[in-house]
């Protein structure tokens, strides 16, 4: 199955200043993408690029198979374009909001009644749509800019930002709701927030200075996983022998001593089935295994790292 997003070796360059610098990754189908880094970091350009609303320098991005650029019109039937900042116009009451955004999308007549009654259903607004959008909560408008994008029910999103200026209870539901979305959309979401994007995505691309410094996965069976475990036996030398011989195991580390036969190892490593990997490997040598815990990836400690070489730079985010 071919990715439904594909941004290969993107770039973007005002006058002498580079604010997308040779970025390229790709977005599965059914897939949840963070795209992470501080303001400024060249996340708004890159979607502004993905979404035909800025040409790239150099470089291509493709949605659907159709270039943003060469077939512009074709790739934006399959992507919906939630801004950071978006463009409700406060005096429309939310059924003519909508109406307007289907018809600039094409839909007209029983499509676009249908495709309304659709997303107000599903982001909770049959309530409020009569109310005027400039009446509504933060929490609800962004709600409004969220159905907008969903009108035409295109397979990928794209989220700039969507929790910004959100109060705690707004941002759990924002949260929620683009959990919800998941089961039928594959999602690109932007955020400066560490904690948001651990919570919704499944892998995470981080951008600092408009360069991209690495795709990771966060979850599944391409992540690497964190166990920690105590282990009777002796030597320790044996026992860390022992689970460095397991395949999946990439680095093995002795963190304490609980008693004379006893000590704690934390174990990295890839795969769904590294823990019974390391207890079958373990009780084949006679070690016994007391207690296994499993830790979640330091999503700061990772960004920490890849950016820790370079200050963000006063650029567009």
């Keep these: 199955m071919c990715p439904v997003l594909v941004a290969d070796r993107l770039s973007k360059r005002y006058g002498a200043r580079l604010v997308v610098d040779d970025v390229s990754f790709a977005v599965e189908a059914g897939e ?5 880094g501080p303001n400024g970091s060249g996340k708004t350009t890159v979607l502004r690029l993905l979404t035909g609303y800025l040409h790239p320098s150099s470089g291509t991005a493709r949605i659907a198979g159709f270039d943003v650029v060469e077939a512009g019109l074709v790739a934006r039937r399959y992507v919906g374009y939630v801004p950071e900042d978006v ?5 429309m009451r939310v059924d003519e909001f909508l109406a307007f955004m289907g018809r600039l999308k094409g839909l007209v007549g029983r499509p676009l009644r249908d495709g309304m009654a659709s997303v107000c259903q599903r982001l909770h607004l049959s309530q409020v749509r009569s109310t005027a959008i400039g009446k509504l909560s933060r929490g609800y408008r962004q709600r409004v800019a969220i159905a907008q994008a969903l009108l035409n029910d295109p397979p990928l999103l794209l989220l700039d930002e969507p929790t910004n200026g959100l109060d705690p209870r707004q941002i759990i539901e924002t949260r929620e709701l683009i959990r919800a979305l998941a089961a039928t959309h594959t999602i690109l979401v932007t955020s400066h927030i560490l904690s948001e994007i651990e919570k919704m995505a499944h892998r995470v691309a981080i951008l600092l200075s408009g360069r991209l410094r690495g795709v990771h996965a966060l979850g599944g069976h391409e992540a690497e996983q964190r166990l920690r475990l105590t ?3 002796l030597p320790q030398v044996g026992v860390q022998a022992c689970l460095r011989a ?11 001593v609980a008693n004379g036969e006893c000590a704690e190892y934390l174990v990295q490593g890839h795969g ?9 490997a373990l009780v084949a040598h006679g070690f016994g295994v007391r207690e296994i815990q499993s830790e ?4 700061e400690a ?6 820790r070489t370079e200050a963000p730079a006063c650029t567009s985010s």
């Excluded at 463009?87 to 005096?91: A, E, G, K, N, T």
């Excluded at 990772?302 to 950016?307: E, K, R």
């Design 32 to 36: 949840v993408m963070g795209l992470l």
């Design 272 to 280: 769904l089935h590294l823990a019974e990997s390391l207890v079958a």
């Design 231 to 233: 282990i009777r036996g």
């Design 296 to 299: 979640r990836a330091d999503l």
């Design 246 to 256: 397991v395949p999946a195991v990439t680095d093995v580390t002795v963190v304490g």
């Design 87 to 91: 463009p409700l116009y406060s005096h």
């Design 302 to 307: 990772l960004f920490l790292q890849l950016t």
